[in-house]
Antibody, heavy 124, light 109 residues
């Protein structure tokens, strides 16, 4: 079955960086886009970026340009999302989610499988 | 781009129907059929319930249905059951690699 397994919770100080990992299995990983989203405590969902695992092309929400960097390791079917210059406003649960569309066509921008979420806490 | 607008809460008794609205603009909901709905129980990851306005993924009960009229999309839950109590979020593509979410609606059964 399709599984997205994320790295564990992390605590960082303001100004630091954090990397969240997402290991995909149960399907051909390069065939589907992956999205990164986050949810601050008690708040709604916020879309951050879309990654094409087949080549690594990434598009970021304007708010996250220069703050988020995505990488991938296709030898382990793992995608990474690095968030830099952390502030308390970055405290959130971060999710990876699979797009419903194949990477050889346009993204359909819906998320059919989700990782379990990774809580990142930014605190001095 | 502004977030999509959802009512903060909705409620219904078991067996009843409830409809949750999601209002956007002509730049997002009104233009694209990439409207989706997600159910989220406390402490859990969201679950896809409806995609592309009205399509239901395999395994989602047909009690859940979606529609769109103009700039407003809607999620209807018929025959409410206790396990339907959750937060519901709508999402829409807004062009140029922009994805918008609603603020969420807490459904009480």
């Amino acid at each position: 079955q399709v599984l997205l397994v994320q790295s564990g919770a992390d605590v960082k100080k303001p100004g630091a960086s954090v990397t969240v990992s997402c290991r995909a299995s149960g399907y051909t990983v390069i065939n589907y886009y992956i999205h990164w989203l986050r949810q601050a405590p008690g708040q709604g969902l916020e879309w951050m970026a879309i990654v094409n695992p087949n080549g690594g092309e990434t598009h970021y929400a304007q708010k996250f340009h220069g703050k988020v960097t995505t990488t991938r390791d296709m030898s382990t079917n793992t995608l990474h999302m690095e968030l830099s210059s952390l502030t308390s406003e970055d405290t959130a649960v971060y999710y990876c989610a699979r797009d419903g569309s194949y990477t050889w066509s346009s993204s359909r921008y819906y998320f059919d499988y989700w990782g379990q979420g990774t809580l990142v806490t930014v605190s001095s | 781009q502004s977030a999509l607008t959802q009512p903060p809460s909705a409620s219904g008794s078991p067996g009843q129907s409830v409809t949750i609205s999601c209002t956007g603009s002509s730049s997002d909901v009104g233009t694209y059929n990439s409207v989706s709905w997600y159910q989220q129980h406390p402490g859990k990851a969201p679950k896809l319930m409806i995609y592309e306005v009205s399509k239901r993924p395999s395994g989602v009960p047909d009690r859940f249905s979606g529609s769109k009229s103009g700039n407003t999309a809607s999620l209807t839950v018929s025959g409410l059951q206790g396990e339907d109590e959750a937060d519901y979020y709508c999402s829409s593509y807004a062009g140029s690699n922009i994805v918008l979410f609603g603020g969420g609606t807490k459904l009480t059964v």
